[in-house]
Nanobody
């Protein structure tokens, strides 16, 4: 599976962005997809995930109610809609994929087998 993350940019606090995670090779419908982010000097942290089986969604507490993850299997793409963005959301956002990750590991970046290259999100006035 080859992943391509896109949609990042510069946005003012309170603004919105939609990130996309597309697969150029392989089917995302067979993968659990996780979005993670990494700010300078910090570890990569979990943001949101959508499971392969059943499509249940999971969010970090810091983004719950503001971010929404969804998938469009026809377009082989997973989206992360980010609303009410805050300066602390500034980071490089990565999407990861794994065909067999279990629920208890879904927030652990090291459990994901495939990764895209990342897209920069900057929230600043």
């Amino acid at each position: 599976v080859q992943l391509q993350a896109s949609g990042g940019g510069l946005v003012q606090p309170g603004g919105s962005l939609r990130l996309s995670c597309a697969a150029s090779v392989g089917s995302l419908s067979r993968q659990t997809i996780g979005w993670f982010r990494q700010a300078p000097g910090k570890d990569r942290e979990f943001v949101a995930a959508i499971r392969r089986s059943g499509g249940s969604t999971h969010y970090a507490d810091s983004v719950k109610g503001r971010f929404t993850i969804s998938r469009d299997n026809a377009k082989n793409t997973v989206y992360l809609v980010m609303n009410n963005l805050r300066p602390e959301d500034t980071a490089v956002y990565y999407c990861g994929a794994d065909p067999s990750i279990i629920l208890s590991n879904i927030r652990m970046s090291r459990q994901y087998e495939y990764w895209g290259q990342g897209t920069q999100v900057t929230v600043s006035s």
